[in-house]
């Protein structure tokens, strides 16, 4: 039991090294194959909601310390602010321009925050893992 909460808790981490890294998204969204390739507004979505559900969760959020708790609410605030406000469906907007976005950017700074305060970083090989 305590090895997959583990193996969760590093699940949630490194999808937000994922939202961190320019380069794992310009990798796997942009450069996606197709058998291989990243969705990033599904990647955000479901690690913005990750990090917020274990973050207030009655029992997982014994699993982590009160610092990372508001570090983990704190990447979920900014980063469902910023994402609300990219154009994921204007037609005239390119993956690769939301990616280079401001709104990305300040997305992959409040995850790499998150990522320092709970005192972890990943490579880009152990991001490009399952």
Not at 81 to 87: C, P, R, S, V, Y
Request: net charge negative; aromatic share 6%; glycine share 4%.
């Amino acid at each position: 039991m305590r090895d997959e909460v583990q193996l969760r808790r590093l699940k949630r981490l490194r999808n937000i090294g994922r939202v961190a890294s320019l380069e794992y998204q310009v990798r796997e969204c942009l450069g996606g194959t197709a058998e291989r390739y990243v969705l990033l507004d599904e990647l955000l979505e479901t690690t913005i909601y990750a990090a917020e559900h274990d973050a207030s969760h009655p029992v997982l959020s014994r699993k982590w310390t009160a610092d990372q708790q508001q570090a983990l609410l704190a990447f979920a605030r900014t980063a469902s602010t910023l994402f609300d406000q990219i154009g994921w469906q204007d037609p005239n907007v390119s993956l690769t321009q939301i990616i280079h976005s401001q709104s990305m950017q300040r997305i992959r700074e409040a995850a790499d925050e998150c990522l320092r305060r709970v005192g972890v970083c990943f490579t880009l090989e152990e991001l490009l893992g399952d």
